[in-house]
């Protein structure tokens, strides 16, 4: 399983959010490239890299930051945030990200994004931020009537590269994973499930590997301190 590094941009620095809640923020780098360059430089094997300003605006709005951790970083980097549609994925894609995530298109127009995979093969992963059971969308400040399995059900046989499921409620807090919801995401999903919010222990990493997981998405507690990224990735491992 692949420990994912978050490098979360808003207003061009790098921050992290409690529960996405945009007045609950802290900053924790002035440079999200500087933030970047040091999970690659202390082993990370890929990056998760969102465009909070974005994913609020529906339309990137740090575009040239993101632009610039692609360039300074050697590692697969997943962008999110914002991107609804081909232009903006192509552009991301175009610049060096290995995978664009999509949620609230996915969520709203899901043929749209299946009709994407299928020009970008292995190359759009579907974002599922759920709150209360239902998929939230535009930076999870709106509800949805969705449940994440209707969302995977509804792009059956589009050919994604993966799914993360985040619970916005756990996200940011060190309240470790909701281990039930993923297990219902990865029963219905034809694609490799990647955790998403909460995760603050080694133990908890190991959980996690023991279900066969694609990957888990780890910031609070690595800015915080609470868990290196040599910790997890030697949990992820079943150290």
């Known amino acids: 399983m692949e420990i994912i590094p978050a490098v979360d941009i808003r207003g061009g620095k790098c921050v992290r959010l409690e529960q996405g809640e945009a007045a609950r923020e802290t900053v924790y780098a002035a440079d999200p490239v500087e933030a970047a360059r040091r999970w690659q430089s202390e082993g990370a094997r890929r990056l998760h890299v969102v465009d909070l300003d974005g994913a609020f605006s529906g339309a990137p709005a740090n575009a040239n930051a993101v632009r610039g951790i692609l360039k300074a970083v050697k590692i697969p980097t997943e962008i999110g945030g914002g991107i609804r549609d081909f232009d903006t994925v192509k552009d991301y894609l175009d610049s060096g990200a290995a995978w664009a995530v999509m949620g609230t298109r996915a969520a709203e127009e899901p043929e749209v994004v299946g009709n994407l995979s299928r020009l970008l093969p292995g190359r759009i992963i579907l974002g599922l931020d759920c709150k209360d059971g239902r998929v939230r969308v535009a930076g999870w400040v709106e509800g949805g009537a969705l449940t994440p399995e209707a969302v995977i059900e509804r792009l059956a046989g589009a050919p994604l590269a993966a799914v993360i499921y985040t619970n916005i409620a756990r996200d940011g807090m060190l309240a470790g994973p909701d281990f039930e919801g993923l297990a219902r ?14 995760v603050s222990t080694a133990e908890q990493v190991r959980r996690l590997a023991g279900m066969n997981l694609a990957g888990a998405i780890v910031g609070q507690a690595l800015y915080k301190g609470t868990m290196t990224l040599a910790q997890a990735m030697d949990a992820a491992r079943g150290g």
């Not at 219905?188 to 919010?197: D, R």
């Open 185 to 198: 995401v990865q029963k219905a999903s034809p694609w490799p499930v990647i955790a998403s919010g909460g």
